[in-house]
């Protein structure tokens, strides 16, 4: 595998079903992300991980719960979603967090909140 | 309040001409501006970036103008082939003091007819 890798690529869930999304990075880098992207709508910044560390955490709603067990894994905890949380949400990696380098997409997972 | 936009949803181009991509931006702590082009199922990519203490960054076929007292960046892509079709985000970030924090545009979606 090479780059920054997404599983699952697709996942349809009820509001009351808890699941994750995972996140793994190829790159050796040391920063991570999380994006929402909504329909007709820009990315959004969810989370940001450095040196496993979270560093910004845009107001997200605490049904979603990021996990950065080490530098190249990213998982996203997901509970009692809503359906408007449907969306495709990516993950992203870049060498540091200090933004001056270009940041590595992964494919996405899209996700359906019944 | 939306600090990044791309006011053209579609742009159609005949292979061979120029395509030009605009985005305008309203905080004028930005300082750090890019490019990502992204194909359907697959993660955005990055395709070039442009410091605020310049006003032009030059790829081969792309070149990116940055107009900071106009708030404005474009991209243009020189000749244009049919394998740039695709989605093109601009994104922008206050590196000195938000790091790696991008903010993105709606994106805008180039077609390139053979």
């Known amino acids: 595998e090479t780059g920054v890798t997404q599983t699952p690529r697709h996942l349809v869930m009820g509001m009351t079903n808890k699941k994750s999304l995972k996140c793994e990075q190829h790159l050796g880098h040391n920063a991570m992300y999380w994006y929402k992207q909504s329909a007709k709508k820009p990315l959004e910044l969810m989370f940001v991980?450095?040196?496993?560390?979270?560093?910004e955490n845009n107001s997200v709603p605490s049904r979603f719960s990021p996990e950065c067990p080490n530098s190249s894994h990213l998982f996203l905890h997901l509970h009692t979603l809503q359906p408007e949380d449907s969306a495709l949400y990516l993950c992203?990696?870049?060498?540091?967090?200090?933004?001056?380098?270009?940041?590595?997409f992964g494919p996405g997972t899209r996700l359906t909140v019944l | 309040d939306q600090q990044v936009k791309q006011n053209s949803p579609s742009l159609s181009v005949q292979e061979g001409r120029i395509s030009i991509l605009n985005c305008d931006y309203t905080?004028?702590?930005?300082?750090?501006f890019l490019w990502y082009k992204k194909y359907p199922a697959e993660g955005p990519t990055f395709l070039i970036s442009?410091?605020?203490?310049?006003d032009k960054n030059e790829d081969g076929r792309f070149t990116v103008f940055l107009n900071k007292s106009a708030k404005h960046l474009s991209l243009h892509i020189v000749p244009s082939q049919p394998g740039d079709s695709a989605v093109y985000f601009c994104a922008a970030s206050e590196r000195e003091t938000s790091g790696s924090r991008l903010t993105f545009g709606e994106g805008t979606q180039l077609t390139v007819n053979p």
């Open positions: 991980y450095s040196l496993e560390e979270r560093v």
């Open positions: 992203a990696s870049s060498q540091d967090g200090l933004g001056f380098d270009e940041q590595f």
């Open positions: 905080n004028s702590m930005f300082d750090y």
């Open positions: 442009i410091s605020s203490i310049k």
